[in-house]
């Protein structure tokens, strides 16, 4: 059977059954359709049968997609079918479409949706109508109980009476669900069978019983859209540059143009503390840039003439003009967006509990109710078990409730969880991958180790150098030196060097501090301390030479300080159940590498921009689901791939991995707004709380579908022997639902274990 799961302009998700299962078919569909003019990627996975092909907005290739699924799928594809000319209709109209003005629209995935803001607005208009409805609808509740417990006075409960009216009413959306997954999608699933037992219960007198389990099914309903909402919004605009202006030389004089009337070939104009506009060569100057946004590595780039430059970058010191290539929504930047859209839209939902337990309930609830009828010939005992069995708190409260729970005890540590699914498979992944700057270490450099032969004497000088340098490097110089007690004096002179680094003049003597480039342009050997270079770059350390009147002094090597409790967390993740812990970064080798052995990560992925991170978690990723679907125990047999980042190079790889968590309300704003789990407060140690919490809700919600079963059972049992009326069966979804909810605030108060650890000494210091 061919299915198509979702269609928008440009995309289409299939569901395929002979694909499942079948990787030479699938590797013939990737193949034939990535050779199609247009396709911008394919994505096939084998395990669930889906097949996803993305192409660009503006070609019409409808006909050529469905001439290559026509000629190597063995199933007839179904044109009739209202899905299929919809989307054939769909596929093949011009681009006249795409260029209508989108610039109102805020949010990217609604633009790819082709949603307008009035369409936006209309969506939001049934939160408001829900709640609404379940606000009446208690209301009525409110008034069935004082009438019949308080004024002990009877309610109507006829299929005419108030009540019979209120219950159809409210049980509209559910009927209407139901016609739909029976005339449309042409499979019987719970809402047939509760819909059914509803127009029983009242057509049979029994309103009352049937308004309850009505009014369980829209809290249940209201409760889980509440957490969906929450859970994960459209990517809004976030990844704006948060620039208005640019300067643009134009006939030898800067003119002041907003940043969206650029155009390519203008030439720009960036100087010291301003973000660079637009994609670009450098055509003159030179200057420090930071590129933390598009590769996250921490320390700033020399940049001269003819290199490349991208928008988002910070140029920190010196001047520069950049002939613009890629302006607007063809930088850089702007394309990593568009990818990221696109990964967040491509990833597969997972197959909920509570879906295989509806399954279940349906199969079990048709047949008891039969088995009742056939033994019994008792019409209301048979009536009584079916009410019993069609109430959906099992599937609808059990996991959300305890989701919901968990959500609110996370957000009052600081952690937010975008949905149930991240927080459930947060738990069971067992391949967890991290990103280096900003994740595990932090933003700050200290000064790992010290070669000279008088440490104390080195550090006067250099300190003395650096006093009053705004630099990162010259902050841990400086704090290095007051850490170990030197008294630092006042330079008289101070040059910044670009590129190179810093020359001063202290107590009359010069100093030079910086890189081999600076040694090379001033004459001074290096090779008195060569060997303890080579050893200090391969601990992937950088490297600062301090010279004194032109001889050379010694060295410094400087790294990002390890995050507090880095280690510590590592440790609990694998004590936990993680099996492998991976670091991809796109610093230097050397300098991951020589974190990766300190933490002993599994593995280490090094130099890579943004989209190779991303194919570095797809690839880990199908690997996994090829290990699971071969029914591998090892690692990656079970779970999924777990991804913490923090910057805009990682929003790519985040939306790629089956979880994706932000570190830092202070990293990006992008990142945290593409993950499916963010930290604001950047505390390592709340990744091992975040994997306990969700190993206690997945108990909790055992528990509660236990507990919904459990009570469902004995009032089978009970219905078929006559001992409960079909009244006392509505009291059983009461019962159902006190009970979860009970038992879902439990982890309200949720502790965590690793709250003791975190309290506990942190990471070692780095050995200097």
């Known amino acids: 059977m061919i299915r198509i799961r979702h269609s928008i302009l440009g995309r289409l998700r299939l569901s395929i059954t002979d694909l499942r299962y079948n990787q030479s078919l699938a590797n013939e569909l990737s193949a034939a359709l990535t050779q199609l003019e247009g396709v911008v990627r394919v994505r096939i996975n084998p395990v669930c049968g889906a097949l996803i092909i993305n192409w660009q907005r503006d070609r019409a290739l409808g006909n050529e997609i469905v001439a290559v699924l026509s000629t190597l799928l063995s199933e007839p594809i179904p044109y009739a079918s209202p899905s299929w000319r919809r989307w054939r209709h769909q596929a093949v109209l011009s681009s006249d479409d795409s260029n209508t003005d989108t610039d109102a629209i805020a949010c990217r995935s609604c633009r790819h949706a082709g949603l307008d803001n009035r369409s936006m607005r209309r969506a939001r208009r049934p939160w408001l109508w829900r709640l609404l409805g379940f606000a009446f609808l208690t209301g009525y509740l409110g008034f069935i109980l004082v009438r ?24 509209l959306p559910l009927l209407r ?34 308004f309850e389990i009505i009014y369980v099914l829209a809290g249940g309903r209201l409760l889980e859209l509440f957490v969906a909402e929450r859970s994960r919004r459209a990517i809004r605009n976030m990844l704006a540059l948060s620039i208005k202006d640019a300067w643009v030389l134009v006939d030898g004089s800067e003119l002041r143009v907003p940043v969206a009337e650029l155009t390519a070939g203008a030439l720009v104009v960036i100087r010291s503390g301003e973000k660079i506009p637009v994609d670009g060569s450098i055509e003159d100057g030179q200057a420090e840039v930071s590129e933390a946004v598009i590769t996250g590595r921490a320390e700033p780039v020399w940049k001269t003439l003819g290199d490349r430059v991208y928008a988002g970058s910070y140029l920190e010191q010196g001047v520069l003009r950049v002939r613009a290539e890629s302006v607007g929504e063809q930088t850089y930047l702007a394309r990593i967006a568009a990818l990221v859209d696109a990964a967040l839209d491509q990833k597969a939902p997972l197959q909920r ?8 309930l349906l199969t079990l609830g048709t047949l008891l109710t039969v088995a009742t009828f056939i033994l019994t010939r008792s019409l209301s005992r048979a009536f009584t078990v079916m009410l019993v069995m069609s109430c959906p708190c099992s599937t609808v409260l059990a996991a959300s409730t305890a989701v919901s729970a968990a959500i609110h005890s996370a957000a009052r540590r600081q952690i937010l969880i975008k949905g149930g699914t991240a927080l459930e498979q947060v738990g069971q992944a067992r391949i967890w991958c991290f990103d280096k700057t900003g994740t595990l270490t932090t933003e700050e450099p200290e000064v790992a180790e010290v070669v000279a032969e008088d440490e104390r004497a080195l550090m006067h000088w250099a300190g003395s150098a650096e006093w009053h340098n705004p630099h990162a490097l010259a902050h841990a110089i400086v704090s290095h030196a007051q850490a170990l007690g030197v008294a630092l004096q006042p330079h008289s002179e101070s040059e910044h060097i670009l590129g190179h680094g810093v020359k001063a003049e202290v107590d009359g003597s010069q100093v030079l501090l910086g890189n081999a480039r600076l040694l090379a342009e001033q004459g001074i050997d290096p090779d008195p301390f060569a060997e303890a270079a080579e050893r200090l770059r391969a601990q992937g350390l950088t490297l600062v030479y301090v010279a004194l009147e032109g001889k050379l002094q010694g060295l410094l090597g400087i790294r990002h300080r390890l995050r507090p409790g880095a280690a510590e967390a590592i440790a609990q993740l694998r004590a936990e159940g993680v099996e492998r812990i991976l670091l991809i970064s796109g610093d230097e080798r050397s300098v991951a590498e020589g974190l990766s052995r300190e933490l002993g990560l599994d593995a280490c992925y090094a130099e890579l921009l943004p989209e190779d991170k991303a194919e570095v978690v797809r690839r880990l990723r199908c690997e996994h689901e090829t290990n699971r679907a071969g029914g591998a125990n090892g690692a990656g047999g079970g779970g999924g791939i777990v991804m913490i980042g923090d910057g805009v190079n990682d929003a790519l790889a985040l939306s790629e991995a089956d979880v994706g968590i932000a570190m830092g309300a202070g990293g990006s704003e992008v990142a945290i707004e593409v993950a499916d789990i963010a930290l604001a407060d950047s505390d390592i140690q709340k990744l091992v709380t975040l994997r306990e919490l969700s190993s206690a809700t997945l108990r909790r919600a055992d528990q509660n579908y236990a507990l919904a079963v459990g009570t469902d059972l004995i009032g089978i049992g009970f219905g078929a022997l006559g001992r409960l009326s079909a009244a006392m069966g509505g009291m059983i979804h009461i019962l159902h639902t006190l009970g979860i909810l009970a038992n879902s605030s439990r982890l309200l108060a949720f502790k965590p274990t690793a709250s003791a650890a975190s309290s506990g000494p942190k990471s070692p210091p780095a050995p200097s």
């Not at 019949?148 to 019979?164: I, N």
């Not at 509990?353 to 279940?360: E, F, I, K, S, T």
């Open 148 to 171: 019949e417990y308080l004024l002990k006075r009877p309610v109507a409960s006829g299929a005419l009476s108030l009540t019979g009216v209120v219950a159809l009413a409210a049980a």
């Open 177 to 210: 669900d139901a016609w739909h997954e029976t005339t449309v999608e042409k499979r019987f699933t719970l809402h047939q069978f509760l819909a059914f037992s509803l127009l029983l219960a009242i057509g049979f007198g029994e309103a009352v019983t049937a």
């Open 353 to 360: 509990r509570a879906d295989l337990l509806a399954a279940r």
